[in-house]
């Protein structure tokens, strides 16, 4: 049997902070719909921003639209899936997710999305 490497999706997205707590429930619901028939995703987290606009940085030349809107959240979701396979599988599957409508609904618009295989793996 070949070990494929694990693949990793990043995704963060805009948020109403009155939205906040259905979307981190939703997506748990989501998360455990894609792994009905086989454990695809394989670990996750879901991490929402620390808003740092309050403090002072000379680094920064620019603020982000959502650091100056205060309704306005990230969510990021960090997966682990079990191979770059699982991922094709889900997303051939997503429109047949009983949670895939109600989480494109709640979201604002997709700030980063992609998918990532490790090149070098140290043990």
Known sequence: ??????????AVFEVAKSNLARVLE????LFSEINAEQ???IAHEILTKVDL???KSEDRAEESS????????????????????????????WST????????????KKLYYSHFVSV???Q
Request: net charge negative.
């Open 120 to 122: 070098i793996a140290k």
């Open 1 to 10: 049997m070949i070990n494929m490497p694990t693949c990793i999706e990043i």
């Open 26 to 29: 939703v997506s748990e619901t």
């Open 53 to 55: 606009s309050t403090e």
């Open 39 to 41: 454990q695809s995703i």
């Open 97 to 108: 997710y009983p949670s895939s409508g109600e989480i494109e609904r709640l979201v604002g």
């Open 66 to 93: 959502v650091e100056n809107t205060p309704e306005l959240a990230e969510v990021c979701w960090h997966l682990t899936w079990a191979n770059a396979e699982a991922v094709q599988a889900s997303k051939s599957k």
